[in-house]
């Protein structure tokens, strides 16, 4: 792994939170919700794209995705919660567990 700079880690985080949040995103958009500069975010997106992080189509705006997912924060990607029953699927993501 990487030794990402904490403005790459903020716009890798942005852009995330940009595309779940509107299925989209812009280097302006991510530069907007990582607090940074335009310039700045492109120079970051090009890292993170380096690293296989995120992903754009050239030329192309609206494009730009995130190569990493969120994992579900309450059974941590396992798709599974253990209950007093045992295992259940996890209601709050669904998981395919
Ligand atoms: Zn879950």
């Not at 939170?17 to 492109?42: F, K, N, Y």
């Amino acid at each position: 792994m990487t030794d990402l700079d904490s403005t790459a880690t903020r716009v890798l985080l942005a852009t995330v939170a940009e595309h779940r949040d509107r299925g989209r995103c812009t280097v302006r958009s991510v530069a907007l919700r990582a607090g940074v500069p335009a310039m700045t975010a492109h120079s970051a997106l090009h890292r993170l794209r380096a690293e296989g992080l995120v992903d754009w189509q050239e030329g192309a705006r609206g494009t730009l995705r995130p190569l990493v997912a969120e994992v579900c924060r309450l059974c941590k990607g396992s798709g599974t919660r253990l209950v007093d029953d045992g295992p259940i699927r996890c209601p709050a993501c669904k998981g395919a567990a």
